[in-house]
Structures are given as structure tokens and as C-alpha cells.
């Protein structure tokens, strides 16, 4: 006769609600707090990164431990968390017993801490972003895939919806902008699932949308990144502007830059692919180097 399956001491733990009643965890605004209670939510976003049983997988701003449990039953071996909370840090502490050395627990603030010190590659970076250090932290994130490719494997990021179109946006629409142009350079995204207001608590005032986003072998289009930035800056600084007048800021003749691209000099930045910002950044280089 086969013995009963043995059940995961993660699904053992007391419902969320009561983690979150006991610890007294009301959501903190100035946190970007928004708490995600339903596990069948939470184990469909960690099944977006695929197998994790290989990789180090990091996660931002575990709150309760909503996604984080979600993440040890889909079968993580190593999680490593990192919350800037105190209650929450001390609400996470039966996960950590339960999760027998698969979880590990980081204090601080996530914009402040480097990659590097988050566990080896390969990586996935699987969060409920706090809304208030989301674009923050992808940018950040994007930096380090410019300097190492093979630092992370794949994001699966919770944004809020409107900032979710804008990482995929494409030329000629409202929502197109820096962002779009510096993610879609280095990665694909995608927006994979959607996700209502009433599926947090508190509820914010918009809608959600989690992002997958696959990091590129190579940059679409070949360029250094900080040339990036500073064009990408510069044209939507003045989005309304023509590229001869937002493209003045970057200290070289913008007449100059835009005859060697051969970018009409009436466009707009919206018009622009990211091909095209990349040549600007090549060019750009180019003009300074000969001073």
C-alpha cells in the first residue's frame, strides 16, 4: 500500500489575510503597497517564468508573502527576496521556516542594491512591483542587461497598466517614449496577463498588467547605452518639439546629427524607430570623439 503524498509545508502556512491581520500589515501608501492575496493569481504569474528549478529567482517587495509562496509551490529552489518593510520582513518568518532553506531574505531597498549581491545567474526576476520604484527598478535592471546579456533570463514584472503599455508601445502612438525605446532595444515585452484593481488589497485606483519580458541575445540595433539615454532623453524631453530643436540639449549641432542619420529634421520623436534612436546615438558618439 503507497504512503499518502507528503504535503509541502508551504501550503500548510495560515491563509495570507491572517498573516496579514496578526502582523497588523495595512498596506502602506508611501510604500507603493498593494498586496496580492489570491494564490491561483500568484501561481499563474510564477508559471509565466517557466521552470524555475534552475535559477536564482529574485523577487521585490514580497509583502505577505503572496507571490512569494506562489513561487516555492511552482518549484524555486532558491528565492531571494528582498523587502524594505520591517513588519513585513518579520510577517515572512513562518515562510522562511516552511520553505526549508529555499527562500532567503534581503532588508533594504531595492534600488539600492546591486545585482550582483542578489544570487548567481542565471537569474529570473519574478516581482509584484511596488508602484512607486517600478520604472526605477526596470531601468536599472535594463542597465545591467546592457553591461552583462547573460545576467537575467527572463522579468515577469507587475506594473500599473498604463505603465505597462508604455514598455510596449510602438512609433506613433501617445504612449510611446523613452521607456519603450530603452526596454524594447534590449528585450521583448509582452503584456501576458491582466489584472484588475480588485484582485489587490487595498485596491489602487487602476488596473495592473504583468509583463514578461525575454532579454534579446544581442541590442536590436547596435549602440552604446548612455548615448542612448542622452538622445532618447533629449527628443522626448520636447516630445512636441522637431528633432533640430529637442536635439539642441545634446551639445552638438543638431542639423549635423540628423543630415549623418539622414532623419528628416521636422520629425517628431514619436515618429522615430528604435533603429533610428540607435543610429542617433552612433552619430552622436561619432560627433564627439572628433570634438
Known sequence: MSSPACTDPVEALPPLRVIIKDHGLGARKSLGQHFLLDLNLTRRIARLAGDLREFSVIEVGPGPGGLTRALLLEGAQKVIAVEKDRRCRQALQSLLEAAAGRLRLIEGDALALDLEALGSPPRLIISNLPYNIGTALLTRWLQQLAADPGSIQRLVLMFQREV??????????????????????????????????????????VASAVVTLDPRPTPLAPCKLGFLERVTAAAFGKRRKMLRQSLRSLGVPSARLLEVTAIDETARAEELTIEDFCALARALERLEARG
Do not use: D, M, N
Open 164 to 205: 505597462a503599455e508604455r514598455l510596449v508601445a510602438e512609433p506613433r502612438s501617445k504612449s510611446y517614449g523613452r521607456l519603450a525605446v530603452l526596454t524594447q532595444w534590449l528585450c521583448e515585452p509582452h503584456i501576458a496577463l491582466e489584472v484588475p484593481a480588485t484582485a489587490f488589497t487595498p485596491p489602487p485606483k
